[in-house]
C-alpha cells in the first residue's frame, strides 16, 4: 500500500473529514516516526509493532560486478519489529 491508498482507505473510512486534513495527518505520523528514528528513539504502536534504529559495523564487501574488495562504511539502518497482534492477525 501506498502513501496515498492508504490516505484514499482513510478518506473512504471517514468522509467529514477533508482529504487535505487525513493526508496532512498522515503526513505528520510518518514525519514524528522519522523523527524519533533521527534522534536515535524507538517508536512503538502497540499492536502494530516498534521501529528502531540498529547500527550496523564497518565490514569488508564485495564488488559483485568484478569481485573485488570494497570497504563499507558503519552505518545506521532502520528495524521494524512485528507486534503480537499483527502477528496474530496474520498467522490466522
Known amino acids: 500500500m501506498t ?3 492508504l490516505i484514499a482507505k482513510l478518506a473512504a473510512k471517514n ?3 477533508y482529504h487535505r486534513d487525513i493526508e496532512r495527518l498522515v503526513s505528520t505520523i510518518l514525519e514524528e516516526v522519522s523523527a524519533a528514528l ?3 528513539n524507538r ?3 502497540r499492536g502494530f509493532g516498534a521501529f528502531s534504529v540498529r547500527e550496523r559495523k564497518a565490514r569488508v564487501g564485495r564488488n559483485p ?3 573485488s574488495s570494497v570497504q563499507v562504511a558503519e552505518k545506521k539502518v532502520p528495524f521494524f519489529k512485528m507486534g503480537k497482534g499483527m502477528r496474530e492477525r496474520l498467522n490466522r
Do not use: C, H, K, M
Request: glycine share 14%.
Open 38 to 40: 533521527e534522534r536515535g
Open 43 to 45: 517508536v512503538e504502536l
Open 3 to 5: 502513501r496515498s491508498e
Open 65 to 67: 560486478r568484478t569481485g
Open 15 to 17: 468522509p467529514t473529514l
